[in-house]
């Protein structure tokens, strides 16, 4: 069994900055991409940033220059760094990892960490 954990989501004005956790625990045999997206009542959720396990990133045009996604593999962790924060980034930010294990291989979810930026 496989668990992502977040955390580091709160209420932050706009122009702040958040850091977001998530660190993968279970029968882990290795992790591939890593990632977080966010997802706004009413609509699906969409991708924010990921991270191959050899550092290569990928990030929403709408967080490019603002958002840093960073991962620890010896930890199973992947962050997610945001700053200049505005209005519309507020939403559920979600966790991904594509996992491996000794019978799986397949994507995972956290539950969710809400973040809401005010004005």
């Known amino acids: 069994q496989v668990h992502l954990m977040e955390s580091g989501g709160g209420l932050v004005q706009a122009g702040g900055s958040l850091r977001l956790s998530c660190v993968a625990s279970g029968s882990i045999f290795s992790i591939h991409d890593m990632g977080w997206y966010r997802q706004t009542p009413g609509k699906q959720r969409e991708l924010v940033a990921t991270?191959?396990?050899?550092?290569?990133?990928n990030y929403a045009d709408s967080v490019k220059g603002r958002f840093t996604v960073s991962r620890d593999n010896g930890k199973n962790t992947v962050y997610l760094l945001m700053n200049t924060l505005k209005p519309e980034d507020t939403a559920v930010y979600y966790c991904?990892?594509?996992?491996?294990?000794?019978?799986?291989?397949?994507?995972?979810w956290g539950q969710g960490t809400q973040v809401t930026v005010s004005s």
């Open positions: 991270i191959t396990s050899g550092g290569g990133t």
């Open positions: 991904n990892a594509w996992v491996v294990t000794t019978t799986t291989n397949r994507p995972y």
